[in-house]
């Protein structure tokens, strides 16, 4: 039971912490907001109303006994009550309302209602609290006659309840507009850190990040300003070594290529050439996957400029750019974006006679389709091509020629941007890349 009513909170309560906190900060004082106006108004309200209404009810009917008995000293009657109590009178023979002037749900008039039905009876009274701002229209029927009473409302309700109310409810407002700003000004240092940490994991420096907030929220965005420099640091360090392995690698092999060229045995060179080629191709493989974090600045990029670039820079006529795509807008490292988009435009080149590009808009995404008419991956497969060094032996490899890198770079990349990527049966009967990236 309490694991329901756990989940039950968990699913009720708002996501973001600033919200969380309002309602811990807001809520208590809500609350006591409303006991206290229920204790008032059960209390001291109610009992307050009931013994004003009661009073004036007595007071009318005073004036109608008063009235049958001596119905020629009506002018002074009314002209005492008026400069007295501050309440016309009146006196007619029209036909008694039937339509009820009451509010069912008005406190004023389920009190007025109770005292009015006590002194005279049932069908005996008509009034109406709400017909004039500062009084309550009252008609009493006497015999042939209707007395008409139009009465201040003080006389009615006690107007303390409003001043109460009000010196009750501001300060409560003033305390939530406080908690506010407060909460504001304690989540938004949260709220930079994480940004901070997006950008960082999307790839991006924070060099412009500084630390603010409370103690604890210092230390932790001093802790994660420390850990972003020591990964850049080894990045970099990382960088500067597979750039001085790959010199070092190539110098051999490009010597190697050049002794093949001076051999006489045609046959053998050329089969050590393709071997040589092929170890280069590996060595490029190899490097690349390791500087898929390569420090490369973030850009705004237009995906589908991006994808129109790719495809004149492949120069097929197999490949098919849908003119009606989206034109989406988002924040990216463009060299590496292009380089994963011409990885897989690259394998549906090599196994489907045609590739159709499209650009979707999602949800706060941006989704890129790639289709070919290909062979296709079996579909138990699709997680396994992820994986760094592994190649397909059967219908279709994606690393043809290569150590089985070309979609773990793929998706290296992809992850790196906040992205993620997914293969399923085309349109075609090829293979289907769907691509997706926030903007």
Sequence with gaps: MFSGLNNFIKYILPKRLFYRALIIVAAPTIILQLIITIVFYDSIWIKSNKHITRSLVNQLKTIEEVYQNDKTNLDFFTDSYKNNFNFEIGINQEIFPNDSGERRFSPMDRSLRRELKSAFGNNNYWFNTFKFKNAVEIKIRSRNDVIEFLVPKEMVSASSVRLFLLWTTLPSIVLIIIALIFLKNQTKPLVKLAK????????????????????EIRKAAFEFDRM????????????????GISHDLRTPLTRLKLQLAMLDQKDVSEKMSKDIDEMEKMLNDYLQFAKTQAQENTTTINLYNLLRSIKKDFDSDKIFLNDNSTAIELKGRPTALKRSFENIIQNSLTYGNTVHLDIQKGNKRALVIIEDDGPGIPEEQYKNVFKPFFRLDKSRSLNQSGVGLGLAIVEDIINSHGGNIQLSKSRYNGLQVKVSLPF
């Design 228 to 243: 972003a420099k020591r990964i850049n640091r080894h990045l970099n360090q990382r960088a500067e070594m597979l750039s």
């Design 196 to 215: 901070a940490a997006e950008r960082f994991g999307k790839g991006d420096y924070v060099n412009d990040f500084r630390a603010s907030g409370s103690q």
